[in-house]
């Protein structure tokens, strides 16, 4: 195969796995961690890593209420970073969010009130859950802030989600909200593309 061809997809679907789980990327050193909610150890863990290694001097968890942990999200995350050893003032408070936008919107409120100057962020998320976090904080955060993404891939993942009903579900799920959620951003995404160029 010539350097010019492109290498045959080995399942009709792979396409989807593009599309929903993002590439992995080195993590480069950044000035916060965010953890869009959830009710999983392993994202919280992973910043928590992260930050000992000094890849970012903040962690910034986000969530409110969630029934299944019968407490906010933040707190259950906020609760592993601490007894992993990351100091309280290292750990931001965002604890009303409902869904992503939320995440993202109230993240990038806290980020602004304690006047912290963010160009590179860090999101610890489900591998699953990637993309669609990713285009969520690119929406509502200025142009000017790069994103790195790492991912949980102790679930579903980019690579068995289509061994069984239920990847297969959570990843058509995710494909369907991507699709419905950035289509009214893209407008504005071209325009500021067009301006940088």
Not at 8 to 20: E, G, I, N, Q
């Amino acid at each position: 195969m010539s350097n010019n061809e492109t290498a045959p997809l080995k399942y009709p679907f792979d396409c989807l796995t593009d599309f929903v789980f993002v590439p992995e990327e080195e993590i480069l050193p950044s000035d916060i961690i965010l953890i869009p909610g959830g009710s999983h150890t392993i994202p919280m863990t992973i910043a928590s890593e992260y930050y000992h290694k000094g890849l970012a001097p903040y962690l910034l968890p986000s969530g409110g209420y969630n029934s299944k942990i019968r407490k906010s999200e933040w707190s259950f995350l906020r609760d592993i970073a601490l007894t992993l050893g990351v100091p309280e003032d290292r750990i931001l408070k965002e604890d009303q969010a409902k869904n992503t936008f939320d995440n993202a919107r109230n993240s990038l409120k806290v980020i602004m009130e304690r006047k912290l100057e963010v160009k590179r962020a860090i999101i610890v998320c489900k591998a699953y859950f990637s993309r669609r976090a990713l285009m969520t904080y690119q929406a509502i955060f200025p142009p000017s802030v790069t994103f790195l993404v790492k991912q949980d891939e102790s679930t579903i993942n980019k690579h068995n989600w289509y061994y069984d009903e239920a990847g297969i579900k959570t990843v058509m799920t995710e494909a369907e909200k991507i699709a419905k959620y950035f289509g009214r951003h893209i407008p504005r995404w071209v325009k500021q593309g067009r301006q940088s160029e």
